[in-house]
């Protein structure tokens, strides 16, 4: 049966460049899954809050899958902290576009738009599928050196939408018993599917060699890569001291060494790429760190092949594409053994997993690496097998099968009330 799927994200849009701003992951996931599910048949519909004039109402994203704009509050200045404030607004712009067509089931990412599509799906009796991307109370028990905590209004929003979603789609294990024991979520209402990585995009290609020359960049560089926002809690600078402390310990590696911080501003939060850049400076290292723009996703792969390594330092991460898309391009990942980097890398295999974040024990851990090429290469072949089991078609088939579960206990329960 053709299922008609209300996606609902309001605090960033399908259509941002993802890797700035609030734009990260969950754009991505919402627009690949749309895409596999649009494969199958499905109509789905992505709903957001308009904050520029750069697009009609409507965009159509092919194959069926359409962006619906919310044309709810200033189109400029609402930042993520402000838009709980436009709440009540964006539930009534969804109710009135949801009376216009007909949708099986709604599935709303990230808290705030759990809390719009609350009120909407009780009213309208559609089953509420939620996915949380990322959780404060996780956030705040993980918090980087002076990073400000989720406030507690995130925290309550988060619990309500809890209790009212039909289902709840965790990442990994861990996050399902994150949503369980911090959320008191009804286990038999969690359901873990994977995110994926477009496995025709991030491949391995026609390798380092070739990657290097289209970037521009020295071949014989040891090269360490940093993809994501720019903010605290992703870590950028627990690499940037590693490197400082690499580069103190083990100089030989510095005329060859080049670390790429590639992505911009996170949220509101501008002053963070300048502090970085100024650590950098006043570490003395900034013949060896480089920071680089957002990239526009059909050039990433070649960033990624081009690394030696790719680091993933995050203090708390409910998945880590960036890690996936990496090793999918056959670049090995150091990362975090936190949250979903846990499942994300296979430790020893297509990366390594480093506990903590301090810089002396994330150097030691790249520099051995760096000196080691023949592990490298082990662990490139690991990162390519590991990445191969993660097809956004298996996320949207995991994600089907929980609508068509939510959507029959709707209707068994409409039966026995009507
Ligand atoms: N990204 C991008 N360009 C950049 C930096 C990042 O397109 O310059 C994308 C990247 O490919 C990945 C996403 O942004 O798909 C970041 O996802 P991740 O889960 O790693 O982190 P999040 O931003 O969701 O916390």
Redesign the pocket.
């Known amino acids: 049966m053709n299922r008609r799927v209300a996606t609902l994200m309001v605090h960033t849009s399908p259509l941002d ?3 700035t701003g609030d734009a ?3 754009n ?1 996931y919402v627009c690949e899954s749309a895409q596999q599910m649009a494969a199958q048949g499905i109509k789905v519909d992505i709903f957001t809050r308009r904050a520029n004039n750069n697009h009609p109402d409507i965009v159509d994203l092919g194959n069926g899958v359409r962006v619906i704009h919310l044309n709810v509050g200033p189109i400029d200045g609402v930042t993520k902290e402000k838009l709980p404030a436009l709440i009540p607004d964006l539930s009534a712009a969804f109710r009135a576009a949801l009376l216009i067509e007909k949708y099986d089931v709604i599935h709303s990412h990230y808290w705030i738009s759990g809390k719009v599509a609350m009120p909407v799906a009780a009213e309208l009796k559609i089953p509420l599928v939620h996915t949380m991307h990322t959780m404060a109370r996780v956030k705040n028990l993980n918090l980087a050196e002076g990073e400000t905590p989720e406030p507690m209004i995130r925290v309550q929003g988060e619990s309500q939408v809890v209790a009212a979603a039909d289902a709840l789609i965790a990442n990994t294990d861990a996050e399902a018993a994150s949503l369980v024991s911090l959320y008191e979520a009804c286990p038999d209402n969690v359901f873990v599917v994977s995110p994926g990585v477009n496995l025709s995009m991030f491949t391995a290609g026609a390798g380092k060699s070739s990657a290097r020359k289209n970037l521009e960049l020295p071949q014989d560089a040891h090269i360490i890569s940093f ?3 720019i903010q605290p809690h ?1 870590g950028p600078e627990v690499l940037i001291r590693a490197i400082a402390e690499m580069v103190g310990h083990s100089p030989m590696l510095r005329p060859k060494l080049i670390t790429q911080i ?2 911009g501003a996170s949220g509101a939060n501008g002053a963070e790429v300048d502090r970085l850049k100024e650590l950098v400076q006043w570490l003395g290292i900034s013949d060896v760190v480089r920071f680089a723009p ?2 526009e ?1 059909a050039e ?1 792969p070649d960033y990624y092949r081009a690394s030696d390594l790719v680091c993933v330092p995050s203090y708390s991460e409910s ?4 890690a996936l ?1 990496a090793q999918a391009c056959g670049t090995p990942v150091v990362a975090s053994a936190v949250g979903g980097l846990r499942t994300a890398v296979a430790d020893g295999i297509s990366g390594v997993l480093v506990d903590g974040h301090d810089a002396r024990a994330w150097s030691s851990v790249l520099a051995r690496l760096l000196q080691e090429p023949q592990r490298r290469v082990l662990l490139s072949m690991g990162a390519l097998e590991h990445a191969s089991h993660f097809g956004w078609d298996a996320t949207s088939r995991g994600t089907l099968d929980i609508y068509d579960g939510v959507i029959s206990s709707q209707a068994s329960s409409n039966m026995s009330a009507g």
């Open positions: 460049q993802a890797g990260g992951g969950m991505i993809v994501g926002r992703k590639v992505g957002p990239v996703r990433l998945f880590g594409l960036v898309e």
